[in-house]
T-cell receptor, first 112, second 113 residues
Framework: EAAVTQSPRSKVAVTGGKVTLSCHQTNNHDYMYWYRQDTGHGLRLIHYSYVADSTEKGDIPDGYKASRPSQENFSLILELASLSQTAVYFC???????????FGEGSRLIVV | GEKVEQHESTLSVREGDSAVINCTYTDTASSYFPWYKQEAGKSLHFVIDIRSNVDRKQSQRLIVLLDKKAKRFSLHITATQPEDSAIYFCAASLDTNAYKVIFGKGTHLHVLP
């Protein structure tokens, strides 16, 4: 049973449109993250959260917003999608203190 | 902030040989170094880690070495098998700020028959 589930798994969006990627966890972990994966760049941290109703900027937050309405749910919002945001997005959870990150299956976003 | 450099973007080895993937980091305060594996078309999953209080850790065919002076760590996969073919990511984090895990760019390992 998947502990970190992402939706949608795949999406094609138009430039300038709004995109919301959702993540749900059953790990009961405090920390949740959004990473994007691009060829040649590895994984880069966009936003993260360590408690409900609070989010923090990661290394590449520009053009993205995040929302953590509950411990289980963490969303990534692209208000005005751009071509450069075409990527695979991974949600992850983390218990903290040097433990393992648990990743979702990924969401492939194509902006046209 | 911390930067993690993964030196090999692609690595090809013959089945049964060993593979070595090298990473360096910049922040001397980093103390936790995990490795993740991503098989084709799939998500990432944890494979092995090492903390700064040791310089070697082994889990079956996986060995991680840590050289704190050189700020370098490496993953050794012995007796490689076809199922080892994947992208491997090294990462680093601070124990005190363990929420922030910084990844390298990944090494695509090909195990050739």
């Amino acid at each position: 049973e998947a502990a970190v589930t992402q939706s949608p798994r795949s999406k094609v969006a138009v430039t300038g449109g709004k995109v919301t990627l959702s993540c749900h966890q059953t790990n009961n972990h405090d920390y949740m993250y959004w990473y994007r994966q691009d060829t040649g760049h590895g994984l880069r941290l966009i936003h993260y959260s360590y408690v409900a109703d609070s989010t923090e900027k990661g290394d590449i937050p520009d053009g993205y917003k995040a929302s953590r309405p509950s411990q289980e749910n963490f969303s990534l919002i692209l208000e005005l999608a751009s071509l450069s945001q075409t990527a695979v997005y991974f949600c992850a959870t983390y218990r903290g203190s040097g433990n393992t990150l648990y990743f979702g299956e990924g969401s492939r976003l194509i902006v046209v | 902030g911390e930067k993690v450099e993964q030196h090999e973007s692609t690595l090809s080895v013959r089945e049964g040989d060993s593979a070595v993937i090298n990473c360096t980091y910049t922040d001397t305060a980093s103390s936790y170094f995990p490795w993740y594996k991503q098989e084709a078309g799939k998500s990432l999953h944890f494979v092995i880690d090492i903390r700064s209080n040791v310089d070697r850790k082994q889990s079956q065919r996986l060995i991680v070495l840590l050289d704190k002076k050189a700020k370098r760590f490496s993953l050794h996969i012995t007796a490689t098998q076809p199922e080892d073919s994947a992208i491997y990511f090294c990462a680093a984090s601070l124990d005190t700020n363990a929420y922030k895990v910084i990844f390298g760019k990944g090494t695509h390992l090909h195990v050739l028959p």
